[in-house]
């Protein structure tokens, strides 16, 4: 093979691989418009389920940290929340978990983030967290159905999921579909 055949061939294999990922993009783009693709849809809907298996380390001190165990083993509901310092959704919802947490045990999980971030976060106005893990990875995030954050998950005595939400949480929220599901739990 030619050097000049070779060089050639080299320089249209970026071109040809932008032009691919480019209709790729227009098909999708396209699909969106007429309804046919769900951005949502690698959504999994949590609902019913077992909490994975996991367990992670804490945030700031030995006594923080969770794993399955104990929120399967807790005696009261639990609302677990997956949340970064990056996230500017996470920074929107702050004050009203802070209301909620004088409510119902709240528990964080810091999503891909570094720990000295994670901290200056919750601890800048108060954090309203009983406990904190770090899921550095974001395994833990992919095994629980997390397609971003924040999301939070209410746990139910025996460790069964009874509602999961992909968004911010406010009080209205909280009050129209977690409340009443944590104050019928057994």
């Known amino acids: 093979m030619k050097i000049s055949t070779r060089r050639r061939l080299l320089m249209t294999l970026p071109v040809a691989g932008a032009g691919l990922a480019g209709f790729g993009c227009w098909k999708m783009l396209a699909a969106m418009q007429d309804g046919s693709f769900d951005p949502h849809a690698i959504r999994r ?18 006594g ?30 702050m004050a009203a978990l802070r209301g909620i947490a004088r409510q119902i045990p709240l528990w964080g999980i810091a999503y891909k983030d570094k720990p000295e971030d994670a901290r200056r976060f919750i601890t800048r106005d108060g954090s309203p967290y009983m406990r904190v893990a770090l899921d550095q990875t974001g395994m833990t995030a992919i095994d629980w159905g ?41």
């Open 45 to 62: 809907d949590q609902r019913n389920q077992i909490v994975p298996d996991f367990a992670l380390p804490g945030l700031s001190c030995a």
């Open 64 to 93: 923080d940290g969770f794993d399955a165990a104990a929120l399967s083993q807790n005696a009261s509901p639990v609302l677990v929340n997956f949340f970064a310092s990056w996230c500017i959704p996470c920074v929107a919802e």
């Open 146 to 186: 997390v397609s971003g954050v924040p999301e939070s998950f209410l746990i139910l005595p025996g460790g069964r999921i009874a509602w999961h939400g992909a968004s911010a949480l406010d009080e209205t929220l909280f009050r129209r579909e977690i409340l009443p599901l944590a104050n019928a739990a057994p």
